[in-house]
């Protein structure tokens, strides 16, 4: 599956299931891991584990090949390894620890904020 169409896979799976904070994150001149990294919030153990799934599930169905996931017993940090795209699937207090945008992304992470716009 070509990389492009694998973020846009990934990103419209979180929407789905209604991520929020969603962060897509090309590291691939800075690791030799990934290409690309997908960050999102989910509000509970529940919710991130829906989310990783459907990630799965949607990318499965497109025949991109599931390397491995990490962190579904707890759910406050799902990890879900495509090869070239990791998504981090976190709570808020647990994606503002441990701040991969900042780590990994710096000022070039393309972020989409799923919030209502201030009226």
């Not at 990630?55 to 990890?79: C, F, H, R, T």
């Not at 699937?89 to 994606?95: A, D, S, V």
């Not at 620890?97 to 201030?118: C, D, F, I, K, T």
Request: with cysteine; proline share 2%.
């Amino acid at each position: 599956m070509e990389l492009e169409a694998m973020k846009q896979a990934v990103v419209a799976a979180l929407e789905d299931i209604k991520a929020k904070d969603i962060a897509v994150l090309d590291v691939k001149h800075l690791t030799s891991m990934t290409d690309c990294m997908i960050i999102a919030s989910g509000d509970s153990n529940r919710q991130t584990r829906a989310l990783a799934n459907n990630v799965i599930v949607k990318l499965k169905e497109q025949g991109a090949e599931m390397i491995g996931v990490e962190g579904e017993d707890s759910g406050e940090w799902v990890l879900v390894d495509f090869g070239q795209v990791v998504v981090h699937i976190m709570q808020p207090t647990i994606r503002e620890y441990y701040n991969l945008e900042q780590l990994w992304g710096g000022v070039e992470a393309s972020r989409r904020h799923h919030q209502p716009a201030a009226g």
